[in-house]
């Protein structure tokens, strides 16, 4: 069966599991409406492990998986899903990683109290509670657990939170006669550039959100948002091999605003390698993504 979309949930809950370490086994609270709001809503939860920017993207790719109708899938098949590249490399290495975070998705609970929000709507539960994603090991691959809700999933759908883009988005093609120059393997940081962006860009096309613009700053310590999105980590590097790295992503993400501006996505952007930064606003970007493939 043939997935076109990949779901990223954009709920308050799951931006602040990708964001933030040492959640595990704490009460989490989040205000659910604008911060303006005379009345504020809260919700909280308990997930029972921390989870990575990967971890989270796989999670949404499963998912992906599972509301396009997939019954049984394997981890080539997540890997595809992230990086929609159907020639993907997965070595040992790779694979085992990957098993490793599905296994443990498959482990870990999490359990969200949203009675504040679902008194405003019948749609929603009072609570959703469960396994994080209800999956578990068959032959060389996994299948979904029979009537099992996904719970932050379920919570997303329920609040019209969940992000969908066609996967073509994230299948990045060089510049006609500078394939050379230009290739950008999926790595594993790559692949959550590639995420990071989409993910940040469709909150600001959306005009339901009061988010009308964006600036990547990928230099600027006190807006560390791509890099930590990507894992990378200041102390790992010396002065000299961290600047490498800043130049060495801002390139990435020049080679990806430009394949998204040559297939419509984006109208323009701006680019200011003095400062390693980009900038995007609303009008700046198509209305409909779904209509680009």
Same mark, same amino acid.
């Given at each position: 069966?043939?997935?076109?979309?990949?779901?990223?949930?954009?709920?308050?809950?799951?931006?602040?599991?990708?964001?933030?370490?040492?959640?595990?086994?704490?009460?989490?609270?989040?205000?659910?409406?604008?911060?303006?709001?005379?009345?504020?809503?809260?919700?909280?939860?308990?997930?029972?492990?921390?989870?990575?920017?990967?971890?989270?993207?796989?999670?949404?790719?499963?998912?992906?998986?599972?509301?396009?109708?997939?019954?049984?899938?394997?981890?080539?098949?997540?890997?595809?899903?992230?990086?929609?590249?159907?020639?993907?490399?997965?070595?040992?290495?790779?694979?085992?990683?990957?098993?490793?975070?599905?296994?443990? &998705? $498959?482990? !870990?609970? @999490?359990?969200?109290?949203?009675?504040? %929000?679902? #008194?405003?709507? /019948? *749609?929603?539960?009072?609570? +959703?509670?469960?396994?994080?994603?209800?999956?578990?090991?068959?032959?060389?691959?996994?299948?979904?657990?029979?009537?099992?809700?996904?719970?932050?999933?379920?919570?997303?759908?329920?609040?019209?939170?969940?992000?969908?883009?066609?996967?073509?988005?994230?299948?990045?093609?060089?510049?006609?006669?500078?394939?050379?120059?230009?290739?950008?393997?999926?790595?594993?940081?790559?692949?959550?550039?590639?995420?990071?962006?989409?993910?940040?860009?469709?909150?600001?096309?959306?005009?339901?959100?009061?988010?009308?613009?964006?600036?990547?700053?990928?230099?600027?310590?006190?807006?560390?948002?791509? &890099? $930590?999105? !990507?894992? @990378?980590?200041?102390?790992?590097?010396? %002065?000299? #091999?961290?600047? /490498? *790295?800043?130049?060495?992503? +801002?390139?990435?993400?020049?080679?990806?605003?430009?394949?998204?501006?040559?297939?419509?996505?984006?109208?323009?952007?701006?680019?200011?390698?003095?400062?390693?930064?980009?900038?995007?606003?609303?009008?700046?970007?198509?209305?409909?993504?779904?209509?680009?493939?």
């Amino acid at each position: 069966m043939k997935v076109d979309y990949i779901s990223i949930n954009n709920t308050k809950i799951a931006n602040s599991i990708r964001k933030y370490d040492q959640l595990a086994g704490i009460r989490g609270i989040v205000q659910t409406n604008a911060r303006s709001s005379r009345r504020k809503i809260f919700s909280q939860f308990v997930i029972t492990q921390d989870l990575s920017y990967l971890e989270m993207t796989a999670a949404d790719a499963v998912y992906s998986l599972y509301r396009q109708g997939v019954k049984k899938f394997t981890v080539r098949k997540v890997l595809l899903l992230m990086a929609a590249d159907e020639n993907i490399s997965l070595p040992a290495f790779r694979r085992q990683r990957m098993d490793q975070i599905i296994h443990k &998705l $498959s482990q !870990m609970k @999490i359990y969200i109290d949203c009675r504040q %929000e679902a #008194s405003d709507t /019948n *749609k929603m539960q009072k609570r +959703y509670e469960g396994i994080f994603l209800p999956v578990k090991a068959e032959g060389k691959g996994y299948v979904f657990l029979e009537d099992a809700q996904m719970p932050l999933y379920a919570y997303g759908e329920a609040k019209k939170q969940m992000i969908t883009v066609p996967v073509r988005l994230l299948a990045y093609e060089p510049d006609e006669g500078k394939e050379k120059e230009s290739r950008l393997i999926n790595s594993d940081e790559n692949i959550l550039l590639k995420v990071y962006l989409i993910h940040e860009l469709e909150i600001v096309r959306n005009k339901k959100n009061k988010v009308t613009e964006k600036t990547f700053r990928i230099k600027d310590p006190s807006d560390s948002g791509v &890099l $930590s999105a !990507m894992e @990378i980590e200041r102390s790992s590097f010396s %002065e000299e #091999s961290y600047m /490498n *790295k800043i130049r060495e992503v +801002y390139r990435k993400t020049e080679l990806l605003f430009g394949y998204w501006r040559r297939v419509g996505y984006l109208r323009d952007y701006r680019a200011d390698k003095e400062t390693y930064s980009f900038y995007v606003s609303q009008d700046m970007l198509c209305h409909d993504p779904s209509k680009l493939f």
